[in-house]
């Protein structure tokens, strides 16, 4: 079981060999840059926490801001550089330790890291030569790879360069063992996370309690920043899918918790949700649209395997939620078109280094693909509304349910909130 995030990382090697099968793709003669992007001012003189750039990370391995990695193919063999930060004495005063060379050299492979001050002379070179082709990230972003794409259309024009994106997306969509580790463990702490973030239910507490718990759980374990703004939302906010700022009023009995939370690992996700009743028992209507959603995820679980397509997923989970509102009788027989209503998002997604992970849109998926499988009901006639999520891996002849061990059936729900249906009055926080 997983005590601490920060005692698993993706090898040099795994990066390594994402950078060789690159070359592979890619004309001779051409050059790779890509930015790790840089810290975005929150207000003032404060900084939001600096978040990688995951393709960057994906061929480089580093999360430290600025950075850049070039790639230089020529006729019969490819450099890879680095370039990071200095090591300021006096920046590194007030904002913490840089990488020195040699920690980026194991943990990225390459074969050279220079200071940052020596990149523009080597992008001017770069530019200068007419040759080569430069293979870029379309920086949808404003940051340095949207400004340093200008520059190139500026000035080489748009036929000499080639966008990486789509075919660093192809690869993504397939992840490799040590990365499955990773998801797998992004995944037990997120399961550790929620279990003592429950514990707080029996006692009464608030959306802003549990939101709390669970990130405290994560960030404790070595996990600060969650993969996503953690989701608690109790009663009516269940209708704000990404309802992200809890509040602190207690959370009344009878109604139902949306928790949707991810922790990462190794620059990896997790991406689960669960649906609780704050009372620890379902009551009946509870528990008929919590039946209801557990059969889509059931049915959609049984369809998964290589060659479908996620456009066949959100399909075949639309058919059968109709089917379960005609059951639920909310929506009637002969006007199956309503059943939008109650259908507010599709059903599933690539999981990896993003939470919505690249991808190319409805290429068909491949053994070892992970996705989010995550149908949802929302019945406004009945005061709730949910989503369940479990993260999958395609296998040679179906799928493997990573998250199968965090309770989802209904009993195991109940037991696991111990409540017997008695709640100690509310507490706020
Ligand atoms: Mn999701």
């Known amino acids: 079981m997983i005590s601490d995030a920060r005692n698993y990382r993706l090898p040099a090697s795994f990066f390594a060999g994402n950078r060789k099968r690159l070359l592979g793709e890619i004309p001779k003669y051409s050059c790779v840059i890509l930015f790790a992007g840089e810290k975005v001012c929150m207000s003032a003189d404060s900084d939001y926490r600096f978040r990688v750039d995951s393709n960057f990370f994906y061929l480089s391995g580093i999360e430290q801001e600025d950075s850049v990695l070039l790639i230089r193919a020529d006729e019969k063999e490819a450099v890879t550089t680095l370039f990071v930060h200095s090591n300021d004495p006096l920046k590194e005063r007030w904002s913490g330790k840089r990488m020195t060379v040699s920690e980026v050299m194991e943990k990225s492979g390459v074969d050279e890291v220079f200071f940052l001050e020596t990149f523009e002379d080597t992008a001017a070179t770069i530019l200068a030569d007419s040759a080569c082709i430069l293979v870029t990230d379309s920086g949808v972003r404003p940051g340095p790879a949207s400004r340093f794409l200008e520059r190139v259309k500026k000035d080489r024009g748009e036929e000499k360069i080639l966008p990486i994106a789509p075919i660093l997306a192809r690869f993504r969509m397939v992840k490799q063992h040590c990365e499955i580790e990773m998801i797998r463990k992004a995944i037990e702490l997120t399961d550790l996370s929620l279990r003592e973030a429950l514990i707080l239910l029996r006692e ?66 997790a991406d689960i949700s669960r649906a609780y009743p704050s009372t620890g028992i ?111 891996r395609v296998t040679e002849n179906g799928c493997e349910v990573l998250s199968s061990f965090i309770a989802r059936d209904r009993f195991e729900v109940e037991d696991l909130l111990g409540m017997s249906g008695g709640m100690i009055p509310c507490r706020p926080d």
């Open 282 to 392: 379902f009551s009946d209507k509870q528990s008929a649209l919590y039946e209801a959603v557990c059969a889509c995820l059931k049915k959609i679980i049984t369809m998964i395997r290589p060659g479908i397509r996620i456009s066949d997923i959100n399909r075949t989970f639309r058919d059968i939620a109709a089917e379960k509102l005609i059951e639920l009788k909310i929506v009637d027989r002969q006007e199956t078109g309503e059943a939008n209503v109650y259908i507010w998002h599709n059903a599933a997604h690539h999981l990896g280094m993003d939470v919505h992970d690249a991808c190319i849109k409805d290429r068909p998926i491949e053994t070892n693909a992970v996705l989010a499988i995550e149908p949802g009901l929302y019945v406004r006639e009945w005061g709730m509304g949910f989503r369940l999520e479990e993260d999958i």
């Open 204 to 269: 009464g507490t608030s959306e802003t309690g549990l939101c709390s718990a669970i990130n405290y759980a994560m960030s404790r374990r070595g996990c600060p920043e969650p993969a996503f703004p953690t989701i608690v939302a109790a009663g009516l906010n269940n209708f704000c899918l990404h309802h992200d700022e809890p509040e602190g009023d207690p959370i009344p009995p009878g109604v139902m918790i949306q928790i949707d939370a991810g922790a990462t690992v190794g620059g990896l996700c």
